[in-house]
């Protein structure tokens, strides 16, 4: 008997140190999600793992039930079913991993629906967010490249190049080192042979270029040496667009309206404290100048509306604050839009915005064709030829730039509508709490965490007309992290009612 006692208090102590274990990677998982994808995918699935060790050492299981449990298995079912029937079977099935993350979404809404463990790593995902956008706003301060201001007549640095610079090019880099004066690209002219070349790296417009300049040409100036011998004028450049430590702005752009939407919340719903609103007035500030300096238009207008839906879902003078934010930080962002761009906020001469309307007509063609099961994930990649996609092959391949054409196009009719579904109970069950649920009778952290998950939401469907934002690893972490804080906060107030009703 004894011995029977002390294998199961052993076994239960396993199964606690595992549960803590998993706990810490699940804070791991929401530091790094506005990093990098291998560390936040890495840390939930070690989450998940130990977590389950931990179940079945401790012999009990259970998933939090939430109402997205139809319409979200029922995707994932569908896509299933599609990936049978796909042109590309293997390349479909192993698409679906990516759509199962939604997985962290029931993990988070089951493990951090007792205590504070939901508000603890919200303020985690934000303060960690807070270290990219303070090495963001560095690097504009900063300048990354020399821009060319001007080119002196006579000028040696189109003359006696295989390239062409303009007035408005951006020198990068000179043989991998990083330009940050003009004695970078002298130095790196000296040092080498007279016959050899110098690789330049630069950047015209948005369009990243590389060319060579022959060493020869320039040694061989007698009466000019150093910096003198370019006959160019160049300033810091700062016109670049911000992506973090991604590699792509739009990326960076659309986990920064998530983020800076869950900042808003905490902003709206936080004690009437000076502290208190010094620390998320600043850190919306930054976190929305920050997407500013993305120049990506849609999630701007994205974090706008998502403004807009927490201000309506707020109460109090605080809604002030947050609406002369906007009201100066979209003009400057439509501005810097403008001015590194040179396309408006709604351009439909802008070149991005004709190629995304003639792919979009491509996806919608192939939605006719196959309008129940799709094509199957990834199978545009390896039959858009004789498909003739792409304006044949004029356009770089790659998705639909929609995520409702682009499961449309992979999964079928139904799944769109199932993941219209997804994204209508959640923004109903998120909204009909607020509204029903006093907001004296919820802790304030409770609250931001709601709005801030509401918010985002609504500006994630809203940027998803134009960009393909569910099919971004990053982004979905975030999306999925977010909302699962939010459902997990829906479940613990109303596990502690029941409770309140059984005594």
């Known amino acids: 008997m004894t011995q029977a006692i002390s294998i199961s208090d052993s076994r239960l102590s396993f199964g606690n140190y595992f ?24 840390s939930f699935l070690a989450a998940a793992f130990f977590w389950l060790i931990s179940c079945l050492l401790k ?7 939430t109402p997205l449990d139809f319409p979200l298995l029922g995707l994932f079912a569908w ?3 599609s990936a049978c029937f796909s042109y590309e079977r293997m390349t479909s099935f192993s698409g679906l991993k990516q759509l199962a993350f939604f997985s962290l979404f029931y993990f988070v809404a089951t493990r951090a ?13 934000i303060c960690s967010c807070s270290i990219n956008v303070c090495y963001s706003i560095y690097q504009k301060i900063k300048g990354e490249g020399l821009r060319i201001d001007k080119i002196y007549e006579g000028s040696l640095i189109n003359r006696r190049t295989n390239i062409i610079f303009v007035e408005g090019d951006v020198l990068l880099r000179a043989d991998g080192k990083a330009i940050t004066s003009l004695q970078v690209l002298s130095d790196a002219v000296d040092n080498g042979p007279a016959d050899s070349m110098v690789k330049v790296d630069f950047r015209h417009n948005e369009l990243l270029l590389t060319g060579e300049i022959l060493r020869r040409r320039f040694q061989k100036q007698e009466k000019l040496v150093g910096v003198e011998r370019f006959a160019i004028e160049v300033s810091p450049a700062r016109d670049f667009r911000s992506q973090g430590f991604y590699n792509h702005y739009s990326t960076y752009a659309e986990v920064l309206q998530l983020i800076t939407s869950l900042v808003f919340g905490f902003l709206l719903a936080s004690p009437r404290k000076v502290n208190w609103l010094l620390f998320f007035g600043l850190f919306a500030l930054a976190f929305t100048t920050t997407l500013v300096f993305t120049a990506t238009r849609a999630p701007l207008a994205a974090l706008g509306l998502s403004a807009f839906i927490i201000t309506i879902f707020s109460q109090g003078q605080r809604r002030l ?7 100066v930080i979209l003009p400057v962002g439509a501005y810097a839009i403008a001015k590194w761009r040179g396309v408006g906020l709604i351009d439909l001469k802008d070149g991005s915005t004709t190629w995304r309307l003639e792919i979009w007509q491509e996806g919608l063609n192939l939605v006719k064709k196959h309008p129940i099961l799709g094509i199957g994930k990834g199978s545009e990649r390896k039959h858009w030829k004789e498909w003739g996609m792409f304006r044949n092959g004029e356009l770089p391949p790659g998705h639909f730039h929609s995520t409702f054409l682009q499961i449309a196009v992979w999964w ?15 923004i109903k069950t998120f909204a009909n709490f607020l509204l029903t649920v006093k907001a004296d009778a919820l802790n304030w952290q409770q609250r931001a965490i709601i709005l801030g998950a509401l918010g985002g939401l609504v500006g994630f469907s809203f940027s998803s007309l134009v960009h393909f934002n569910f099919g971004d690893g990053e982004v979905v972490i975030v999306f999925w992290l977010i909302l699962g804080l939010a459902m997990a906060e829906i479940l613990s107030i ?3 009612k029941s409770a309140e009703m059984v005594e």
């Open 19 to 42: 549960e803590k274990t998993s706990t810490f990677f699940l804070y791991c998982c929401a530091l790094a999600a506005p990093h990098t994808i291998a560390g936040s995918q890495g």
């Open 412 to 426: 079928g009719i139904p799944a769109l509508l199932l993941y219209l579904a997804v994204i209508g109970q959640m």
């Open 59 to 65: 012999k009990e299981f259970s998933i939090k039930r």
């Open 494 to 496: 109303k596990n502690n």
């Open 113 to 125: 629906c007792d205590g504070q463990r939901a508000r603890r790593l919200a303020l985690v995902l």
């Open 79 to 81: 896509a299933s079913l």
């Open 321 to 327: 604050i947050l609406i002369a934010l906007l009201l």
